[in-house]
């Protein structure tokens, strides 16, 4: 395949076209289509895994429900990260709390330098912004494959963390 069209699917998969979209765009079968989107977001996936390697001193734990399920993360720097991608020890505590009380939805949390480990300096109810983008791409995707949600999600943060346009730099040098 020619690196225009390899661009072209970049384009595509960075402006968060379906798979059918694209198809009809690029003028290539959906199967192939999809075969590049499965590899653009397993490079997302190995991206967002090697990126977070230090304890940021403060931050937000927050979390959205997704098919039953609880899925937390933080926030801090004007980033978003799976807490299980960040590798950060959260008491039971700090997240049943969330759970349990449902006039809040984040809590402020402070690095303590003496155990290294994080304290709980406040809980309030925030604009939940990365729990709307996940829904509306949801919508926009008529639901996803349970298989794919875990991928679904860590995609939804690398997007929501990123323009398009920088979406599209950072997934081009995959394949050009």
Do not use: W
């Amino acid at each position: 395949m020619d690196n225009s069209t390899i661009e072209n699917i970049c384009k595509c998969f960075s402006d968060d076209l379906t798979a059918s979209e694209a198809s009809q765009k690029v003028n290539i079968s959906r199967v192939t289509i999809n075969k590049y989107y499965k590899q653009l977001r397993t490079f997302i996936t190995n991206t967002q895994k090697k990126s977070n390697k230090h304890k940021p001193k403060y931050c937000y734990l927050k979390y959205f429900i997704l098919n039953k399920n609880y899925t937390f993360y933080i926030e801090y720097n004007k980033e978003t990260v799976l807490l299980k991608e960040f590798d950060l020890e959260i008491e039971d505590e700090v997240k049943n709390s969330l759970i349990r009380n449902k006039k809040i939805n984040c809590a402020k949390l402070l690095l303590k330098d003496s155990n290294n480990k994080y304290i709980v300096l406040g809980y309030m109810n925030t604009k939940n912004s990365l729990n709307d983008f996940i829904n509306n791409r949801l919508k926009k995707f008529r639901g996803i494959n349970k298989t794919n949600i875990e991928t679904h999600i860590k995609e939804s943060i690398f997007r929501f963390n990123n323009s398009n346009s920088s979406v599209f730099t950072n997934l081009a040098r995959i394949f050009l």
